[in-house]
């Protein structure tokens, strides 16, 4: 690579090429470039100290605010540079003034480079960037997990469902993304709303209990208020409409493009499942096929004669005892081999 110097000139006059730009990030981000690059940034602001009085607070506003217009979340490294420099300030002000002003000038001057020619306008995929970085809890089939946020808000995971979430959550909201189905009992903070992204709509909630569920294959996602009061607000997809919702309160979004339905649900049996119980009430019966499949982790095969509605309740009970539940409704036979079962119609 290019002197890092002569290329700290050309990035910091935005006069690098896309593949210089590239280079010059990678060799900044690497341990041997810290050291070096702050010590040249941090000399030519000592050069230029006699002649300007600076605002620290103000300084320091300006950074947050560019921080947050750009949407780039900056690199640990400099952040941390940031937080050090600014505690060393606050402690001796006058002997080093200027280390401060150096390294915040460092994260203003990359940040709206970055933005503005060298980061791609669309996030890509989390395996490929750490920026923002994300924890990612997923259950498989048959599985179930509780998980406690960083804000002491509590998620209780439903099988074959996965959340996404970041380490530390931003100090304007707690932001998180689903797929499958959860229940979410939201610590209080009236200064960051608590929303979840799922499919085409955003459920936001300051304090307050609410179920979700958004599985793939099915036609229609629900929403579905506990207690508290939450706001749904669909995007585009769904014609951008809200709703306020009060315990017993629930919204329905059909994937199919029909839009939010306000509706009233059964909050009992909405978050049955985590506790336990498999609650059905006249569901069709492939779709409680659809759930055995995910609760038990199996491979449902059921002759396509098998029509019907089904109602029933099993707390905790095995497969075998669900499927004892079935046969006799709809007359079947099943047998079980392994994670696979077959249902058939009993030969009249």
Same mark, same amino acid.
């Given at each position: 690579m290019t002197n890092p110097s002569q290329l700290a000139d050309k990035f910091f006059k935005g006069l690098c090429s896309e593949s210089e730009a590239k280079a010059f990030l990678a060799w900044y981000f690497s341990e041997?470039?810290?050291k070096k690059l702050k010590k040249e940034i941090e000399g030519r602001w000592l050069e230029m100290a006699a002649y300007a009085e600076w605002d620290e607070k103000s300084l320091f506003e300006r950074i947050q605010n560019a921080k947050k217009q750009n949407k780039l979340f900056v690199s640990h490294k400099a952040e941390t540079v940031i937080k050090e420099e600014r505690i060393r300030y606050l402690k001796k002000k006058k002997a080093m003034r200027y280390r401060w002003y150096a390294a915040a000038c460092?994260?203003?001057?990359?940040?709206p480079l970055v933005i503005a020619r060298f980061w791609p306008t669309t996030y890509p995929a989390e395996?490929?960037?750490?920026l923002p970085e994300y924890i990612i809890k997923s259950n498989p089939a048959g599985q179930k997990s509780?998980?406690?946020?960083?804000?002491?808000?509590?998620?209780v995971l439903n099988s074959a469902s996965t959340i996404k979430y970041p380490p530390r959550f931003a100090t304007e909201d707690r932001l998180i993304y689903l797929e499958g189905e959860a229940?979410?009992?939201?610590?209080?903070? #009236?200064?960051?709303?608590f929303s979840v992204m799922v499919d085409?709509?955003?459920?936001t909630a300051l304090g307050t209990s609410f179920n979700i569920r958004s599985f793939k294959g099915e036609e229609k996602s629900c929403i579905a208020l506990v207690t508290g009061k939450v706001e749904v607000r669909g995007a585009e997809g769904s014609g951008k409409q809200f709703f306020f919702l009060e315990p017993g309160e629930g919204v329905e979004y059909l994937k199919a493009g029909g839009g939010l339905t306000k509706i009233a649900i059964d #909050?009992?049996?909405?978050?049955a499942w985590k506790n336990g119980i498999l609650h059905f009430n006249e569901e069709p019966v492939a779709q409680v096929i659809r759930e055995l499949e995910r609760w038990y982790d199996v491979q449902i095969h059921m002759s396509p004669e098998i029509k019907g509605n089904f109602t029933g309740r099993f707390q905790n009970q095995t497969l075998k005892a669900v499927l004892e539940g079935l046969a006799y409704s709809f007359s079947l036979t099943y047998s079980i081999n392994g994670k696979s079962v077959e249902l058939k119609q009993k030969n009249k």
């Open positions: 041997n470039a810290e460092l994260v203003m001057l990359i940040t395996k490929e960037t750490s509780t998980i406690y946020l960083g804000d002491g808000s509590q998620v229940f979410f009992k939201v610590a209080k903070d #009236s200064l960051r709303p085409h709509t955003r459920v #909050s009992e049996q909405t978050i």
